[in-house]
T-cell receptor, first 111, second 112 residues
Framework: QQQVKQSPQSLIVQKGGISIINCAYENTAFDYFPWYQQFPGKGPALLIAIRPDVSEKKEGRFTISFNKSAKQFSLHIMDSQPGDSATYFCAASITGNQFYFGTGTSLTVIP | DGGITQSPKYLFRKEGQNVTLSCEQNLNHDAMYWYRQDPGQGLRLIYYSQIVNDFQKGDIAEGYSVSREKKESFPLTVTSAQKNPTAFYLC???????????FGQGTRLTVV
């Protein structure tokens, strides 16, 4: 049973466009929602994270939008660049316990 | 330089052989994890440990074994019982509060 559902599986965006990746969860006990970025042949690295007491968090071109009532959260990449081409994973955890990851989104930004 | 070191980066083994993947961290993290990554399936948890000498099975533990004799080390053994061992294996660690998980660079295991 997939604890965190992620979509789309792949995404192609023009340079300068907005990339949007969505995730949904069921367990209302989750209290930490990170996004990870992974380049080919490398381990994932934390990109940005949010806790459910806020509805939005922005760091540079990356924004997490969080909808607690809908149990959904999304990553928005503004002004997408070719260097953003990577696989993105959403995740959820209960503080002090294991992480549950989405299935990943392969993002390609076309110059 | 703090971080997680996985070795080797590439590993080739014959079918039926056991193989052990190394994971070492110098972040003083209590929790360590092993994930398996396959295309289109994301990261699936194999085993995790929140304290020395204790570990729990994840979603796909069958055919794998681990040990946690030292805080810094969490080796994973892929046994001959694992039906489809060829994959990219990732080790991670975090504090007990489980906020950020730090990942190693991964080991790509190919069984021929």
């Amino acid at each position: 049973q997939q604890q965190v559902k992620q979509s789309p599986q792949s995404l192609i965006v023009q340079k300068g466009g907005i990339s949007i990746i969505n995730c949904a969860y069921e367990n209302t006990a989750f209290d930490y929602f990170p996004w990870y970025q992974q380049f080919p042949g490398k381990g994932p690295a934390l990109l940005i994270a949010i806790r459910p007491d806020v509805s939005e968090k922005k760091e540079g071109r990356f924004t997490i939008s969080f909808n607690k009532s809908a149990k959904q959260f999304s990553l928005h990449i503004m002004d997408s660049q070719p260097g953003d081409s990577a696989t993105y994973f959403c995740a959820a955890s209960i503080t002090g316990n294991q992480f549950y990851f989405g299935t990943g989104t392969s993002l390609t930004v076309i110059p | 330089d703090g971080g997680i070191t996985q070795s080797p980066k590439y590993l080739f083994r014959k079918e039926g052989q056991n193989v052990t993947l190394s994971c070492e961290q110098n972040l003083n993290h209590d929790a360590m994890y092993w994930y398996r990554q396959d295309p289109g399936q994301g990261l699936r948890l194999i085993y995790y440990s929140q304290i020395v000498n204790d570990f729990q099975k994840g979603d796909i533990a069958e055919g794998y074994s681990v040990s946690r004799e030292k805080k810094e080390s969490f080796p994973l053994t892929v046994t001959s019982a694992q039906k489809n061992p060829t994959a990219f294996y990732l080790c991670a660690s975090s504090t007990r509060q489980a906020t950020e998980a730090f990942f190693g660079q991964g080991t790509r295991l190919t069984v021929v």
